[in-house]
C-alpha cells in the first residue's frame, strides 16, 4: 500500500523531540549518524524525497540539484541562513527553499554574555585549576578578576544578535557602543542604549 505521507530526509541527526513529532507527521528518514552526508548520499537521498532537510554543514550545488528526483519540493534548511545552497538553481527546478532566521538569536546573545562574563571573571583561569586539583582554597585576591558594570562593550553588527546582546549588556550596567553599515534608527538607538 503506498503512502500518500511526504517523504522526509534528514542529513543529520536533529533533537529527539523533533524527529519524534517529524515521525508522526511524515515518512521520516532520519540520520542515523553524526557525520554530514556524503555527496553521493545527499544526491542519492534528494532523487528519492519530497522533502530534504540539511544542515549548514551540508553543501547543495547546481550540479546536486540537477540530479533531484521529480518529487523534491522543499529544501528545509535547518539553519538561520541559506548559503550553502545553491537558491537560484532550486527556484528554477520549482524547489522552494526555506530555513530558520532567528532561530539562534538569543542563544547566540547568551553564549556571547556567558564568554564575556567568563573571560573577566577569570571563570576558565579557575576552572581550570580546580580540574587540575591545584586548587588551594579560598584567598582574596584568587582569580578576582573585574566586574563589567561601566565597561564599554563594542559590538560589531548591531542586526537581530547585536541587539539582543545590547539588551544584555545593559541588564549588566554596559556601556555599549556600536558599529553597522547603517546607523540604526533612533528609537532603536533608544531601546538598545546603543551609542552609534
Wanted: some cysteine.
Amino acid at each position: 500500500m503506498k503512502s500518500d505521507r511526504l517523504k522526509v530526509t534528514l542529513t543529520c541527526r536533529l533533537p529527539e523531540a523533533v524527529e519524534r513529532r517529524m515521525k508522526e507527521l511524515f515518512d521520516l528518514r532520519p540520520r542515523d549518524q553524526d557525520q554530514p552526508m556524503e555527496r553521493s548520499e545527499l544526491i542519492a537521498s534528494m532523487k528519492s524525497c519530497d522533502v530534504l532537510v540539511p544542515c549548514i554543514n551540508d553543501t547543495i550545488d547546481n550540479a546536486m540539484l540537477s540530479q533531484a528526483g521529480p518529487n523534491l519540493r522543499l529544501i528545509a534548511n535547518f539553519a538561520a541562513g541559506f548559503d550553502n545552497i545553491d537558491v537560484a538553481t532550486a527556484l528554477q527546478k520549482n524547489i522552494l527553499v526555506s530555513n530558520t532566521p532567528g532561530v539562534v538569536t538569543e542563544d547566540t546573545a547568551d553564549m556571547a554574555m556567558a564568554l564575556i562574563l567568563g573571560v573577566t571573571r577569570r571563570i576558565p583561569e579557575g576552572l581550570n585549576v580546580m580540574k587540575e586539583g591545584r586548587w588551594s582554597g579560598w584567598a582574596p585576591d584568587a582569580f578576582l578578576g573585574g566586574r563589567i558594570s561601566g565597561r564599554r562593550l563594542g559590538i560589531l553588527g548591531m542586526g537581530r544578535i547585536g541587539r539582543a546582546l545590547a539588551d544584555r549588556a545593559n541588564a549588566f550596567g554596559m556601556q555599549v557602543h556600536y558599529h553597522n553599515r547603517k546607523r540604526l534608527r533612533p528609537e532603536l538607538e533608544e531601546q538598545h542604549k546603543a551609542t552609534y
